[in-house]
């Protein structure tokens, strides 16, 4: 009976429990990505800096850090790192994104080119930032080639549909349709 009774609960649990979504990857930083660094008590060391086309910035004081494809702790910790290595005592640092690089959007869209990029974007918000759809485009062939995270080549253009997620410096391509 107390089997029983443990493999009703056991069900319930599994049927009402909400589902496991999986985490979004952390973000990466790459080119392009506007930063805010603050080194407390060190405003000197402290500022705005911009990722460049390599994945590095130039800081103050231990000169050019690689953040290409780091995550903002992973870069954090790279500059605390550096400021440790004989310039301060138990640095503390944190670092902030400011301004995402852009993404882009071509093909049969009213306004193509590059736009900003916002949290959570998809195709299809990325579509009524460029104006919509033309009257010749095909909603069903949509290409996403990944941005350079890290500096180094974008990878190959992959199918998508309009829920698919568009992160900055992605390509998004909007295919033609031909009757």
Do not use: H, W
């Not at 500059?79 to 959007?105: C, H, M, Q, S, W």
């Not at 900003?116 to 909603?139: K, N």
């Amino acid at each position: 009976m107390r089997a029983v009774v443990a493999a009703v609960l056991l069900l319930c649990l599994l049927v009402l429990a909400p589902p496991v979504r999986a985490e979004a990857p952390a973000y990466r930083l790459g080119p392009g990505d506007a930063l805010r660094l603050t080194v407390f008590g060190e405003d000197d060391l402290s500022g705005a800096f911009t990722v460049d086309g390599s994945g590095r910035v130039s800081l103050p004081l231990i000169g050019e850090v690689r953040f290409g494809g780091l995550t903002l702790p992973e870069a954090e910790a790279a500059v605390t790192a550096r400021l440790a290595d004989g310039y301060l005592k138990e640095p503390r640092v944190a670092l902030e994104v400011t301004n995402y690089r852009p993404f882009y959007i071509l093909g049969e869209v009213r306004e193509p080119g590059s736009f900003p990029y916002a949290a959570g974007m998809t195709v299809m918000s990325a579509v009524a930032l460029a104006g919509g759809f033309t009257y010749r485009a095909d909603e069903d062939d949509i290409e996403i080639t990944p941005g350079a995270r890290d500096g180094s080549p974008a990878g190959p253009a992959q199918q998508a549909t309009p829920e698919t997620p568009v992160l900055p410096g992605d390509v998004v391509r909007i295919g033609e349709r031909f009757f």
